[in-house]
């Protein structure tokens, strides 16, 4: 029981921290030595970054809320699941963790579906989708499997 509490809780962080870096990470979208993000465009020159802010589209501040929503929501889950482990009774599920990490699920793939079908359009082929879009899609797996984890543990003391 011990392992299976313990696999639970690294695959719950390493789903956080993959969202956290998704959101974060300055790698949506790569073109050369520009990178585009949720909130900024940047270009490395001479050394360094000279950045801007994204555009004002409302298709990308849907994304930067559910993405900032999924990792939140991933986050009340861990600490819920943190208090269910000690308060919770013999033979309890984690029902409330549980919920928690579905709702990640659903905003963490909202976001990446609305980024894959409204995402500036392809100016040339040397543009492609860079990593922080890729752990986005990741994120959703690791997720909905946490959350299906946490429906089906039980308590045992």
């Known amino acids: ?38 909130w900024y465009d940047c270009t490395h020159t001479n050394g360094g970054y000279r950045c801007k802010g994204t555009s004002d589209a409302d298709w990308l501040q849907a994304v930067q ?3 900032i929503l999924a990792t939140i929501f991933c986050l009340i889950s861990f600490i819920f699941f943190l208090c269910q482990l000690f308060t919770l009774v013999k033979g309890g599920r984690f029902f409330i963790t549980a919920a928690f990490q579905v709702l990640a ?13 409204m995402g500036p359009e392809w100016k ?3 543009e492609s989708y860079g990593y ?9 797996p690791l997720t909905l499997i946490s959350s299906l984890i946490y429906i089906i543990l039980r308590k045992k003391e």
């Open 1 to 38: 029981m011990l392992a299976i509490l313990f696999g639970t809780v690294v695959l719950h962080l390493t789903d956080l921290i993959i969202l956290f870096i998704s959101t974060c990470a300055n790698a949506w979208r790569t073109h050369g030595d520009t990178s585009y993000e949720l």
């Open 65 to 67: 809320a559910l993405m």
């Open 105 to 117: 699920s659903l905003f963490v793939i909202s976001g990446a579906i609305i980024y894959t079908v």
């Open 124 to 126: 040339n082929e040397s």
């Open 132 to 140: 922080a879009f890729v752990l986005a899609w990741l994120a959703f």
